[in-house]
Nanobody, 121 residues
Framework: QVQLVESGGGLVQAGGSLRLSCAAS????????MGWYRQAPGKQRELVAA???????NYADSVKGRFTISRDNAKNTVYLQMNSLKPEDTAVYYC???????????????WGQGTQVTVSS
């Protein structure tokens, strides 16, 4: 099994910054894509940013220019640097990883437990 543990959420004023981290552990053979999603109350979960193992990155339009995703493949860790935060960024942020536990098995999606980010106006 693969476990994802997020950290770094909290309460911040509009215009402030937070840095989220997500470390994957367990029986990991390899990880392809890693990403961050968020879900606000009453809304569907949405992609915030994703990064491939090779470093190709995709951002939601709403966070381009403000958020930066990065990863450390040696540590199986993905980060999300969030700057110029807005009240509409308030949500539970979830880490995801497309991973497999053996060299011949399929890749599966794994999720963290989520971390709350609250931006006050």
């Amino acid at each position: 099994q693969v476990q994802l543990v997020e950290s770094g959420g909290g309460l911040v004023q509009a215009g402030g910054s937070l840095r989220l981290s997500c470390a994957a552990s367990g029986s990991i053979f390899s990880i392809n894509d890693m990403g961050w999603y968020r879900q606000a109350p009453g809304k569907q979960r949405e992609l915030v940013a994703a990064i491939t193992r090779g470093g190709r990155i995709n951002y939601a339009d709403s966070v381009k220019g403000r958020f930066t995703i990065s990863r450390d493949n040696a540590k199986n860790t993905v980060y999300l640097q969030m700057n110029s935060l807005k009240p509409e960024d308030t949500a539970v942020y979830y880490c995801s990883a497309d991973a497999r536990t053996t060299g011949w098995g399929p890749f599966s999606d794994y999720w963290g437990q989520g971390t709350q980010v609250t931006v006050s106006s």
